[in-house]
């Protein structure tokens, strides 16, 4: 295994394991009495509150609903896809590195 192939697996399980914390992020607004700071929910917290935090202070709340979970799930997918999609950068990458039989 190349170390280009090793970088397309990691970057897209890294960026589809953070869109799966922020679509928990999204699920759990609907519960406001769960504390993402306590227990288990410490690992949805975490990685995702660096990103959510300043993101809060550009998108304010609609209708007192929290926006920016869903707006990190939508950039974070669309760096999934121009990275490491079916057309992405690294995906070409290693299809041009492949030997020509």
Known sequence: MTALSLL????????AGW???FLFRIVLTW???IDLNKGVMRLVGAPTEPLL?????LIQPIG??????VVWVGLISLLRE????????????????????
Do not use: E
């Open 8 to 15: 397309h697996l990691a970057l897209g399980l890294l960026l």
């Open 19 to 21: 869109t799966l914390l």
């Open 82 to 101: 121009l990275l490491v999609g079916q057309q992405g950068l690294i995906t070409q990458l290693m299809q041009r590195s492949l030997p020509v039989a």
């Open 64 to 69: 007192g609903v929290d926006v920016t979970p």
């Open 53 to 57: 935090a300043p993101t809060r202070r």
């Open 31 to 33: 519960y406001p009495q």
